[in-house]
């Protein structure tokens, strides 16, 4: 359960790079997988299912791009066992906010329980209004809107939301901010119409 030396991990990497041999793939899960496991939980402090689950994500990942690791800038290992670690935390973010979003919506329901007639009224001015937000949004931007109204933080799971390109991890973060913030800009102008037009 140790990683490979530097020349294996290079030959390895040149093998995935022909993307023409079948068993470069299932080695570089045999190679990767549980020492990268074994570094997230004993170090990182994951559960071997939260460490199992963002691993393979990254190395599904690398295996699709694998033109985007730079040789010259660290060891292999290092470069997947540190997207494994954003993919963790990216992981336990996401799996919080839902959590908090859950918790939130069951206080708010609990204390503002309706009447019948007045769960009505809601539903239809709520169908009225996202009608009224679909015809605002472009379709391209619906998928990553929604994403943030229910309180995703996670930059991965916007960026494919948003249909952005494979970036390096500092201009992934900056793409997937500046689109997040013309989408709450124009949520924001959104809600400011509407009150505008409501009687």
Known sequence: MRFPSHAEEQALHERVLKKNESLASEDVFRVFMDPIIKF???HRGKTKDEAHDAVCDVL???LENPERYQAHKSRLSTYLTRAAEMQARDMYRSQEARQR???EFGGV??????????????????????GRLEQAVQEKDRAALGLILQGERSTHALAKAMNLPPLPEK???????????RLMKLLGRFGKEDRDVQP
């Not at 329901?109 to 996202?130: G, K, M, Q, Y």
């Not at 201009?171 to 913030?181: C, I």
């Open 60 to 62: 599904l990942e690398y």
């Open 109 to 130: 329901i609990e204390l503002r329980a309706r009447t019948p007639n007045e769960s009505l009224e809601i539903i239809v001015e709520a169908r009225l209004a996202v």
């Open 171 to 181: 201009d992934l973060r900056r793409a997937v901010k500046r689109n997040r913030d």
């Open 40 to 42: 997230l939980c004993t």
């Open 101 to 103: 979003r859950e918790r």
